[in-house]
């Protein structure tokens, strides 16, 4: 059982650049967050899904894309970086209440 | 807009010195406050759920207690391992999934 598993780690993007952060839990948990954390701010939701198929736009939506294609599975995309999401960025996901957590991927864009 | 307020920003105690992390909130119905632990590099380890008003929960040296405005988590007897950022949420009723994150309190335990 690994839980919340978010890749890559670290990462450097280029102004105007692409990726996608990838996330997948192995818990069946209906529920899936981005959020972004950054310094002296608290996290920030960027967006959610309730379920497979099913997205919505949290707080700072913005710049990203997601997509739910299976239960499993919950990629965040970034199209045309800008130094603005220079971050942290964190995948959770929940069955009931009480947030699992990856460990982040730490994107800088120069 | 809902709010969350921590303090202190950062706490610095000896080994075996009690005291309490406060989390102040503002919230259009509460649906719930969380407690989190996040260590350096890792993302925040869920703590407790408290759901109203006069509600407590434990967890070995961490005890989370709530009043209609703000929350706080006591430490017990603190030892060098419960050096962590706790981060304080709350979740607005009515369906909202967002969770709003206070900054949170760096606590450093000396031994």
């Known amino acids: 059982n690994a839980g919340v598993t978010q890749t890559p780690k670290f990462r450097i993007l280029k102004i105007g650049q692409s990726m996608t952060l990838q996330c997948t839990q192995d818990?069946?948990?209906?529920?899936m967050y981005w959020y972004r954390q950054d310094p002296g701010m608290g996290l920030k939701l960027i967006y959610y899904?309730?379920?497979?198929?099913?997205?919505d736009k949290g707080e700072v939506p913005n710049g990203y894309n997601v997509s739910r294609s299976t239960t499993e599975d919950f990629p965040l995309r970034l199209e045309l970086a800008a130094p603005s999401q220079t971050s942290v960025y964190f995948c959770a996901s929940r069955l009931y209440y009480g947030y699992t957590f990856g460990s982040g991927t730490r994107l800088t864009v120069v | 807009e809902d709010q969350v307020t921590q303090s202190p920003e950062a706490l610095r105690l000896q080994e075996g010195e009690s005291s309490s992390l406060n989390c102040s909130y503002t919230v259009s119905g509460l649906r719930g406050l969380f407690w989190y632990r996040q260590d350096p590099g890792k993302g925040p380890e869920f703590l407790f759920t408290l759901y109203s008003a006069g509600e407590e929960k434990e967890k070995e040296r961490l005890k989370a207690t709530l009043t209609k405005k703000e929350s706080f988590l006591h430490i017990t007897a603190p030892k060098p391992e419960d050096s962590a950022t706790y981060l304080c949420a709350v979740q607005a009723s009515g369906g909202n999934e967002k969770l709003t994150f206070g900054t949170g309190t760096r606590l450093t335990i000396i031994p």
């Open positions: 899904s309730v379920g497979a198929g099913i997205t």
């Open positions: 818990m069946n948990h209906n529920y």
